[in-house]
């Protein structure tokens, strides 16, 4: 039995490689695959923490929203929108100067914000003092921002304080976020759910962050409420938390069960290839919301989502969508959809654009691909790149690399330093090294490691360690654990061992899962334990039609298809028993073909009652060669009815020689009757 993972293929990390999340990014979405770059893309002043939003004061100066992004009213202001870029805009501009300067208050607002989004702080000041002092809310809260922006932050927060008590939901966002980088918690929770609860996106945003780091179950709704108004980064954080949130079934981020270690289980079930439902299928919406945005993480998750559900070609829109936005997984993740469309040629650009910016599972499949292509220094090189940018994958990749190539002490260095760093593989194949090296003692703590962690070649590996120290029933709980995790190998040692035992019923489950992951000896052994509960068939009656085949006769023949003999030859005997002689020919030949001397001679058999006694004769000479007895005395029989009497001899000795004893009795009375003939 060979040690399962020595000189394996490269490790198939999938799309997305596991790293350490930083900031608030929970453990979850690292596993899932997100970057590290913190838990939100930033797209305006309105979405930093320190960056207050301008009001863009109206003509009452009553009116008050975020005009830095499109993130929380759905349309494309930036300061600015309204500067002197056009003749109305201009003629606008002159107008409230006029009426500022003559002491109008909503004017002095309107042409204070405009000034300041144009960043003429100097020419705004005055304005916004002159309206706040009138008691316009919408110029106190610029005025803070003015004044934050020149860095008298205290002086800021006491005008943002005066805008949110007269009850600017801006003011009370910014003043929320004051007394949150202030470390106020409870100050800036009071400040910012005034502002979300008068139903501004971004007061609502910063509340649920807020939450959302302290665990609070309400950050979900007030993300929702951030998202429903066409806030981007709320519609993705939504989804993330609908993706992390346990629900009844173990499905993982993208809707699809879970298979492994990990976070909890996802969203509702999905059915078939359709879109997941629940909270699995309102993720996928909010991704799609912010990926529609331009959110280039939502677009990555989508992608990731459309591809599991099995449809490449939306996948592939949105992962480039965000790999041209900058985002190096999607970049890696249109490479392996590329790779697996055929088109090598363009996955390996997009690998190293993604490679290139430091994404280590690129790195790792540009060094299978150059490998594969027999260019070892150049795949090395990439291996080395992706174990620099923290992927331990490449010191496992170098292994291998090293392995193929006969460099053992190098591919022991690469798998040792990948052990070392939890690979499981790299610990199992470092075990295997150790064995091949004679070195059980230092292989073992490897495998038990790599096992541990969930390695399941390193499981079956512990369970031939143990077997070959004669310690079954320690191998027993090796072998049932890796056959538990899918081992073909391992369910078959399973199964072989129960049907030492005598539990039949236990051991028929084994091999079941054994055969249909494709092991032809546990093909046949199950079909030897149907066989063995079923009558043998007899011969089929003049007229009536061929019996079907039986479920253990197609566990036969499903073996011998793939080349086991002892399977071929009772595949022959059960089709021969029910008259299909074509079938019998066809198995009894591929056994002898390959080696099988009792399929040697039933195929001898077969031609000698269809008269080709020529024919059988060289498969019985075959067989008999072999060590069959009973085809050397079908031999010795065949001399003697064509008088060759001193051949008969000398076959009837070979068949008394070579047993079993029915037939050296009968070997012995002819090889006698024979010689009485040659005296006589």
Not at 371 to 380: H, I, K, L, S
Not at 547 to 570: D, F, L
């Amino acid at each position: 039995m060979e040690f399962m993972g020595d000189r394996a293929t490269l490790l198939e990390t999938g799309r997305f490689i596991r790293r350490r999340a930083h900031l608030d990014e929970s453990a979850s979405d690292a596993a899932s695959g997100s970057p590290v770059v913190g838990d939100k893309e930033t797209t305006g002043t309105c979405e930093t923490p320190g960056a207050p939003e301008i009001i863009k004061a109206t003509e009452t100066a009553e009116t008050a929203g975020c005009a830095a992004t499109a993130e929380n009213t759905g349309t494309e202001e930036t300061g600015g929108a309204e500067s002197a870029e056009s003749p109305e805009s201009a003629e606008s501009e002159a107008r409230h100067s006029r009426a500022a300067d003559a002491g109008d208050t909503a004017s002095m607002s309107v042409l204070g914000a405009l000034l300041l989004r144009r960043g003429d702080l100097d020419g705004a000041e005055p304005y916004l003092r002159g309206a706040t002092a009138e008691g316009d809310r919408a110029a106190a809260n610029n005025l803070g921002v003015l004044l934050h922006q020149r860095g008298y932050v205290d002086d800021a927060a006491g005008w943002w304080r005066i805008a949110a008590v007269a009850g600017s939901a801006p003011a009370a966002h910014a003043l929320g976020r004051h007394y949150r980088e202030r470390g106020d918690e409870p100050g800036a929770e009071y400040w910012l759910r005034q502002s979300a609860e008068q139903g501004h996106a971004l007061g609502a945003y910063a509340l649920a962050e807020l939450l959302e780091h302290r665990g609070d179950v309400g950050a979900e709704r007030w993300l929702r409420a951030a998202a429903e108004q066409g806030h981007r980064e709320a519609a993705y954080r939504l989804a993330r938390l609908l993706d992390r949130s346990p629900a009844d079934d173990p499905h993982d981020a993208f809707g699809w069960p879970r298979t492994g270690p990990g976070p909890s289980g996802r969203g509702a079930a999905r059915t078939g290839n359709g879109p997941a439902t629940g909270r699995a299928g309102e993720a996928e919406q909010w991704y799609r919301q912010a990926a529609a945005r331009g959110h280039r993480r939502a677009a990555l998750h989508l992608g990731a989502i459309l591809e599991r559900r099995g449809e490449p070609k939306e996948a592939g829109r949105w992962y480039l969508v965000s790999a041209k936005a900058g985002e190096a997984r999607a970049a890696c993740a249109l490479g392996f959809l590329l790779r697996d469309a055929g088109d090598e040629e363009s996955a390996a650009v997009w690998w190293l654009r993604a490679a290139q910016e430091g994404d280590g599972n690129a790195a790792n499949a540009l060094g299978a691909l150059h490998a594969a292509r027999g260019e070892q220094q150049t795949a090395e090189r990439w291996y080395r790149a992706a174990m620099d940018a923290g992927d331990v994958n490449g010191a496992y990749n170098l292994g291998l690399l090293c392995a193929a190539q006969d460099r053992t002490p190098q591919a022991e260095q690469w798998y040792r330093r990948a052990a070392y760093a939890g690979h499981r593989e790299a610990a199992n194949a470092l075990a295997v090294l150790l064995l091949q090296a004679d070195d059980a003692t230092g292989a073992e703590p490897w495998f038990s490691k790599a096992a541990e962690a969930g390695s399941v070649d390193a499981a079956f590996n512990l369970g031939i360690l143990y077997s070959g120290r004669d310690e079954d029933r320690t191998a027993l709980v090796w072998y049932e654990r890796a056959a538990a995790a899918g081992h073909t190998e391992a369910a078959l040692q399973v199964g072989m061992a129960l049907l030492h035992q005598g539990e039949e019923q236990e051991a028929e489950r084994h091999l079941r899962c054994a055969a249909g992951g494709g092991s032809a000896e546990a093909a046949f052994r199950l079909a030897g334990v149907l066989d063995s509960r079923q009558p043998p068939p007899g011969a089929p009656a003049l007229g009536e039609p061929m019996p079907a085949k039986t479920e253990c006769e197609e566990w036969y023949e499903r073996a011998a298809e793939q080349g086991h003999r002892r399977a071929q030859v009772r595949a022959g005997m059960l089709a021969a028993a029910r008259g299909d002689m074509e079938s019998a020919a066809r198995w009894y030949r591929a056994a002898a073909e390959a080696g099988s001397r009792n399929g040697a001679f039933n195929l001898g058999l077969l031609l000698a009652r269809e008269g080709g006694e020529r024919e059988a004769a060289l498969w019985w000479s075959r067989a008999a060669n072999d060590g069959h007895g009973r085809a050397a005395l079908r031999l010795a029989l065949l001399a003697a009815r064509r008088g060759e009497l001193t051949e008969g001899q000398r076959w009837c000795a070979r068949a008394v020689e070579l047993g079993p004893a029915e037939v050296a009795e009968r070997a012995a009375r002819l090889r006698e009757a024979l010689h009485q003939e040659l005296t006589a």
